[in-house]
Nanobody, 123 residues
């Protein structure tokens, strides 16, 4: 099991950038694939991005491809989500999650979740 704490959310204007961080503790971080998900008010949680344990593979939702970048620093037990060219439709609570089962876009495969960080993009 791993504990996850997100940070870096906030209120920005459309076109601006934010970088989210997710610090992990209590487990072998480097053995987990990591993902970012988001949930907007009244909507279901959706996949945003994932990265394999070895940082060799990444995958993005079509809605963020080319604007968001997921990365990880295993020495710091941290995964990041760089978000550029933000749009109002990116407004949501963003969650990081850890998957012991490997690289996946499916939320059910993630065993541990952070508490979330709010991102609000004004137009």
């Amino acid at each position: 099991q791993v504990q996850l704490v997100e940070s870096g959310g906030g209120l920005v204007q459309a076109g601006e950038s934010l970088r989210l961080s997710c610090a992990a503790s209590g487990g072998t971080f480097s053995s987990y694939a990591m993902g970012w998900f988001r949930q907007a008010p009244g909507k279901e949680r959706e996949f945003v991005a994932a990265i394999s344990w070895g940082d060799r593979n990444t995958y993005y939702a079509d809605s963020v491809k080319g604007r968001f970048t997921i990365s990880r620093d295993n020495a710091k037990n941290t995964v990041y989500l760089q978000m550029n060219s933000l749009k109002p439709e990116d407004t949501a609570v963003y969650y990081c999650a850890a998957s012991p089962d490997g690289f996946t876009i499916f939320a059910l495969r993630y065993s541990d979740w952070g508490q979330g960080t709010q991102v609000t993009v004004s137009s």
